[in-house]
């Protein structure tokens, strides 16, 4: 996306960025910020800021955040980790044991039915034909099928 961007330098650390679109962009590489607002929530330069930093032949890396650095890595990392047993090892305390809510019947006569959607068709009160498994048929000639399901 770089490459279809145009950074144009407006002074200080401030760039005008015009992409391939003609879309005007502003990127500021001292606040590290785009007004498409990628740059600021990944912490990551955009296309943007980095069609602004390839044209002022600059170091990317001193661009992205701290935290996706190797020094803030090892930082986090520095305190030993001690490992945890199996938890068929872990003391058995039973303390503050979570119970399941009680079930509480609510008053009124429940739905049968489901809520329908504004702007959806209502339901037909035609009875829906249920499928006959290949076991309930075995045995029985079609006529014999034919007629049981078409008596009303």
């Known amino acids: 996306m770089a490459r279809l961007c145009h950074a144009k330098w407006a002074g200080g650390f ?10 005007q ?9 785009c007004s498409c607002r990628q740059f600021q929530l990944s912490g990551i330069p ?3 800021a980095l069609a602004c930093i390839y044209s002022r032949n600059l170091n990317v890396y001193e ?20 490992p945890m047993p199996h938890p068929d090892r872990w003391p ?10 009680l ?9 049968k039915a489901r809520r329908r959607e504004a702007g959806e068709p209502p339901a037909t ?20 099928i034919s007629s049981t399901t078409t008596q009303t």
């Open 46 to 48: 955009c296309g943007h």
């Open 25 to 33: 962009l502003v990127v500021n590489l001292g606040d590290r910020c």
């Open 125 to 144: 009160n035609e009875p829906r034909t249920k499928a006959r498994s290949p076991k309930l048929l075995k045995g029985r000639s079609f006529h014999a």
């Open 63 to 82: 661009y992205v955040d701290s935290f996706y650095k190797k020094e803030s890595y090892e930082k986090t990392y520095a305190p030993i980790i001690y």
């Open 103 to 111: 079930f509480k019947q609510m008053p009124g006569k429940p739905k």
């Open 92 to 101: 058995n305390v039973r303390q503050n044991v979570i119970l399941p809510s």
């Open 14 to 23: 401030i760039f005008q960025v015009t992409t391939y679109t003609q879309d």
